[in-house]
């Protein structure tokens, strides 16, 4: 079955640096991959979505890539700050129907200052 | 601007049980999802709306779970007996648009579910 899998083991990262958290998927092809950043407690926010033909995807300090060869997407964060600690999701279509989206269990980002 | 309202915001009942989830999407968003969180595993789909339709609810469990959404406004989810496993949190989301090359879909903080 699709499946969106995420390194869900904690990824300490020091300050300053660029945090890179990968977002692998099987089974099929998503037309677009998303991502959404997950504070304790509260609900997913969206960042980026990505498209198949799309390679590379920037926002502020964000970038996302999208790699259909290695059925892959990286999700970087550069000049990586300690408010930057969270849970990351990566979705992707095929949850149900149309619109559903079918989610990794996220990566838990831990920035140390 | 409101986002995705959601009530309440934590819930603690007894196996076979009811309760009802309330959902208030973004004004103006014609699509309306829920989603559900149990423990250790990934959030999945549940169900769409676009306005007051069901147009895919294949993700739905079991027949004691029920949605609704008179008018084409705010949703509820209502389980009817509650069991054990239906403990998690149950995330309702909106959007403007649909489509297969993808949307920005906003979520809400989530109703958490604890049956005991």
């Known amino acids: 079955s699709q499946k969106i899998e995420q390194n869900s083991e904690a990824l300490n990262i020091q300050e300053g640096k660029t945090a890179t958290l990968t977002c692998n998927y099987t089974n099929y092809s998503p037309a677009y991959l998303q991502w959404y950043r997950q504070d304790p407690g509260r609900g997913p926010v969206f960042l980026l979505l990505i498209r198949e033909n799309e390679k590379e995807k920037r926002k502020e300090r964000l970038k996302v890539t999208f790699d259909t060869t290695l059925k892959q997407s990286l999700f970087h964060i550069t000049a990586s700050q300690p408010a930057d600690s969270a849970t990351y999701l990566c979705?992707?279509?095929?949850?149900?129907?149309?619109?559903?989206?079918?989610f990794g269990k996220g990566t838990h980002l831990i920035i140390q200052p | 601007e409101a986002g995705v309202t959601q009530f309440p915001s934590h819930s603690v009942i007894e196996k076979g049980q009811t309760v009802t989830l309330r959902c208030d999407p973004i004004?103006?968003?014609?699509?309306l999802y829920w989603y559900r969180r149990v423990m250790g595993k990934e959030i999945k789909f549940l169900l769409h709306f676009v306005k007051e339709s069901k147009q895919d609810e294949s993700g739905m469990p079991n027949n004691r779970f029920l949605a609704e959404r008179t008018g084409g406004t705010y949703s509820t989810l209502k389980v009817q007996p509650a069991e054990l496993e239906d403990s998690g949190v149950y995330f309702c989301?909106?959007?403007?648009?649909?489509?297969?090359?993808?949307?920005?879909?906003?979520f809400g903080e989530g109703s958490w579910l604890t049956v005991v």
């Open positions: 004004s103006g968003h014609d699509n």
């Open positions: 979705a992707g279509p095929g949850g149900g129907g149309a619109d559903g989206l079918t």
């Open positions: 989301a909106s959007s403007l648009f649909t489509g297969l090359s993808g949307n920005t879909i906003y």
